[in-house]
């Protein structure tokens, strides 16, 4: 296995960080490799708001030594057309989802370029729980055609996870065309599932049984449906259509 390779397969996810300082040059090193992201049409539609503020990044950014928070971003490509005096049209959804694209290989970029240094992530999309009027706020963000879609906490682990999750291979590859999984497949992605080391959960699979559950995608399942509150997801709308997204055409 080549050294690509060996840190694709040593990433893991870190919610408790030391106080271990990133340098500058390492941070540097992350960014610019961010940029090397391949991206559409080379326009770069996305922005990174880098965060270093120690009360930001206790409260909103698991204490993590720096946070990067990647936003679907027009206004500089807006910008550059006005200057030349040319108009543009942006906001439709299919823009949308191209800056999310852009957003989030770049976001997975910047999490392999500190892994390669030995610095630990969290991918979260945690400002989503707050009041987005809230978060514009707070990183000064643009009015218009901006819209913060997902954040990289960046440290050093404060303590070692037990084991590296794994991930569920059937159902997720597919080779030339899809296929839905036979009753037979699906007890079988169910079991591996509830294996410990592919689940979030530090439960055994002996605590389930004794809560009375078959094991943890049963009791993922019976305490929560995949919806988030109404508030958030109206909100969450509402300001997408605020910013010039979602228009309709």
Partial sequence: MNKTLETLHSMRSIRKFSNKEIEGKELEEILEATLRTANSGGRQVYSVVVVNDRKLLDEYFYKANKAL???VDFNRWIDCANHLNHS??????RGFFLGNIDA???SQTAVIAAKSLGIDS????????MKLEKVYKIL???DKYNFPLISICLGYAKEE????KGRVRKGVIHYNKYQRLSSKEIEEVVDEYDKEENHFSSLTKEDLQKEGYKGFLDKYFSNWN?????????DCYKKLKKVGFFQKK
Avoid: K, W, Y
Wanted: with cysteine; hydrophobic share 45%; glycine share 6%.
């Fill in 122 to 129: 969290l991918v979260t999309s945690s400002l989503f729980r």
């Fill in 104 to 106: 989030i290989m770049a």
């Fill in 140 to 142: 000064n963000l643009p």
């Fill in 88 to 93: 543009i049209q942006v906001g439709d959804i």
């Fill in 69 to 71: 928070v990647f936003c």
């Fill in 226 to 234: 995949g919806s988030f509150p109404e508030e958030q997801i109206i």
């Fill in 161 to 164: 996870p037990e084991h590296l």
